[in-house]
């Protein structure tokens, strides 16, 4: 006799049975740990690519907008800032009225900055390209400016005195109409009387080391090129010393005649005198 079918599977089937249920769980398991690190490489680059977009808008900003961010960066003395966006413009947008404001500017912020050697740069850059710019003069003027700030005492070296010199006289010479050619002669002045100053200082110390000749040469370099300096009168009297030490009377006298005649207001009148006298 057959035994009846017993419904209730035996523990070897109920073990397989027990493996398969579990294996789904085991994979949905493996599964959603797979799903939440795809979920964060994801969202990871979903946030570069936010911050990346950010950076291009930034970065691809018109001209317009890049010089007004400049022109604001200056006002809040952010100079470097400003120095930046400006370099950033010029390359970008070469060929725009920005792009030739922003020349100016950005010479204007390194010179505000003390940068004097690249704002002159960036000056001379634009007097050289845009000689009929109105702006020319401004620039030629703040050339002349740039070595004026680094013009030494006149027991140092003058390059830069020199320098500044000739600018000016470029901006009197190319541009006489300009607003700043007043204000450049005044200069001018100034600046030839420290050459002057200069001469003087390296023809007096010649003279008290008794290098007379040496005194000579710079006190008549004085007279040729620095007459109207405002020191001409003294070098007189010390070229009449100079050549009256060297036994040069004759040459002596006449630098003490002109000195009477010329500046007879002169402080140096009585010594004058007295050396004509003796």
């Known amino acids: 006799m057959s035994r009846p079918f017993d419904e209730r599977p035996p523990e070897r089937h109920k073990e397989a049975l027990k493996r398969k249920a579990e294996t789904p769980l085991k994979k ?21 690519a936010c911050t990346a977009s950010k950076q291009e808008v ?24 400003a120095e930046q966006t400006l370099k950033d413009l010029i390359e970008r947008y070469p060929l725009t009225r920005y792009s030739l404001d922003g020349e100016i ?26 000689p009929g710019n109105p702006r020319a003069s401004y620039a030629l003027f ?15 070296d003058q390059v830069s005195t020199r320098k500044a010199l000739f600018t000016f006289r470029d901006l009197v010479r190319e541009y006489p109409d300009s607003p700043y050619t007043q204000r450049a002669e005044e200069l ?35 007279l040729k090129e620095f007459s109207d300096a ?3 009168d003294e070098t007189l009297y010390y070229i009449g010393e100079s050549y009256r030490r060297l036994g040069e009377e004759k040459l002596a006298r006449e630098a003490f005649t002109t ?12 010594d004058a005198i007295k050396r004509l006298d003796g």
């Open 28 to 48: 949905t398991g493996a599964f959603t740990r797979r799903a939440f690190i795809s979920f964060l490489l994801l969202f990871f680059l979903l946030l570069s």
């Open 58 to 81: 930034k970065s691809y900003r018109s001209a317009e907008e890049m010089y007004g961010a400049a022109l604001k960066e200056y006002f809040e003395v952010k100079y470097d800032l």
């Open 105 to 130: 500017l950005l010479a204007d912020i390194l010179y505000a900055g003390q940068k004097y050697d690249e704002a002159r740069a960036y000056y001379t850059n634009f007097v050289v390209l845009h």
């Open 142 to 156: 703040q050339k002349g400016m740039c070595y004026f700030r680094t013009v030494l005492t006149i027991d140092r």
């Open 188 to 222: 001018i002045g100034f600046l030839k009387r420290r050459l002057a100053e200069k001469e003087f200082y390296v023809g007096r110390f010649y003279f008290k080391n008794k290098n007379y000749k040496g005194a000579l040469t710079r006190f008549r370099e004085i």
């Open 230 to 232: 405002g020191i001409t």
């Open 259 to 270: 000195l009477i005649k010329d500046y007879p207001e002169s402080p140096y009148i009585k």
